[in-house]
Nanobody
């Protein structure tokens, strides 16, 4: 059974940086692609970024392109989200997810299908103050 554990959230000022980590475990984790989502208070969950374990290409929500970078360390089974030039609107709980959906398709996944992704972590809170 695949499990995901996020860490690295915290309070940061606007313009600052954070790195989120998702530790993946489980015998079949190599079969999955990985992604990050976030949910702000009172708003629906939204896609942020996705990647395969090969880490060749990352796919991003338009508003984070150029500021966020998703990457993997396959040997350590870690997925990272490097966030820079953070804005107050980046505030939210950030979730790691895993699924065999091709990483290039995560961007187009309708929000009502997020619940169908196979594995979710518990989330880590990011708060960006203005």
């Amino acid at each position: 059974q695949v499990q995901l554990v996020e860490s690295g959230g915290g309070l940061v000022q606007a313009g600052g940086s954070l790195r989120l980590t998702c530790a993946a475990s489980g015998r079949t984790v190599d079969d999955f692609n990985l992604g990050w989502f976030r949910q702000a208070p009172g708003r629906e969950r939204e896609f942020v970024a996705a990647i395969s374990w090969s880490g060749i290409n990352g796919y991003y929500k338009d508003s984070v392109k150029g500021r966020f970078t998703i990457s993997t360390d396959r040997a350590k089974k870690m997925v990272y989200l490097e966030m820079s030039n953070l804005k107050p609107e980046d505030t939210g709980v950030y979730y790691c997810a895993a699924d065999d959906l091709h990483d290039s398709s995560w961007y187009y996944l309708p929000p009502d299908q997020y619940r169908d992704l196979k594995v979710w972590g518990q989330g880590t809170l990011v708060t960006v103050s203005s």
